[in-house]
């Protein structure tokens, strides 16, 4: 597959994957390594940033090998996505973000309009703003038009496994996108995120999806592979969906009902 480019830098694998919810940290790394992917994203507020002396899940994290993507998980206003954006630079984490602006405690969906606040100060402050966003093509265009350097359009509510709700949506961000546009959240399985491929995305996010696998290095593998299909297929392009039979061999020498007597 041709790299993916995210504000110059290029990734080799279009998979990025979270660090939660798996049952241990082994297993976790375990995980990471079958996927292929070479950016994962981590909770600011999981990280020990007092005390590194004590076990962390970055003791799991090749920083070599992986691209570690800090996000503002569980913020629910713009004010505490920018704060913990900025305790994330501080530290040493990334001037990059994964921003996270909650709007409701139930479906985990985004405040939009937080969202686009918290991602124009972070990008005048010099941030590579990755934002979490609802599948609606008009607020992608906001976010892009403030600086985001990639928009993340949800596929379904966090965790729920349901697959890509609205595909025509996902198709619209993606044709009038002048940024990598990632499908984020929502995926439950190998062809989930085979289809967010296949409609054109340039890369899937995913956690839940593998963390909680009844075998998630198995898993990860499946979705490693599924991203891969599904961006070569959506370049090969699919044959036109048609209402009735067209006959996959050629007709010449069919024999004719006057020859069959």
């Given amino acids: 597959m041709p790299p993916l480019t995210i504000a110059g830098r290029e990734f080799q694998s279009r998979l990025i994957i979270g660090t939660g919810k798996y049952p241990t940290f082994p297993v976790m790394q375990a995980a990471h390594e079958a996927s292929g992917a070479e950016m994962v994203t981590v909770a600011v507020r999981r990280v020990n940033l007092t005390d590194r002396s004590k076990e962390s899940l970055l003791d799991y994290i090749d920083p070599v090998r992986y691209f570690l993507l800090p996000n503002t998980a569980a913020c629910y206003t713009a004010e505490d996505a920018i704060r913990t954006a900025r305790l994330g630079r501080e530290v040493g984490l990334s001037h990059w973000v994964k921003l996270e602006v909650i709007g409701d405690e139930k479906t985990l969906f985004p405040d939009n309009e937080a969202l686009l606040e918290a991602t124009r100060v972070l990008v005048k402050e010099g941030f590579v703003v990755l934002p979490y966003t609802s599948d609606d093509p008009v607020m992608c265009r906001k976010l892009e038009d403030a600086g985001a350097a990639a928009v993340m359009p949800l596929g379904a509510p966090i965790g729920s496994g349901l697959g890509i709700q609205n595909p025509n949506n996902i198709r619209i961000i993606k044709e009038q996108a002048r940024v990598p546009v990632i499908v984020d959240a929502g995926v439950g399985t190998a062809s989930d995120a085979t289809f967010a491929m ?3 995305a340039d890369a899937v996010l995913m956690n839940s999806a593998i963390a909680l696998a009844d075998d998630p290095v198995a898993m990860a593998r499946a979705m490693r592979l599924g991203v891969e299909a599904g961006h070569l297929a959506c370049g ?21 009902p006057a020859v069959r007597g």
């Fill in 198 to 200: 296949e409609l054109g």
């Fill in 236 to 256: 090969a392009g699919r044959i036109p969906r048609k209402s009735y039979a067209s006959a996959s061999s050629p007709l010449a020498g069919v024999i004719s």
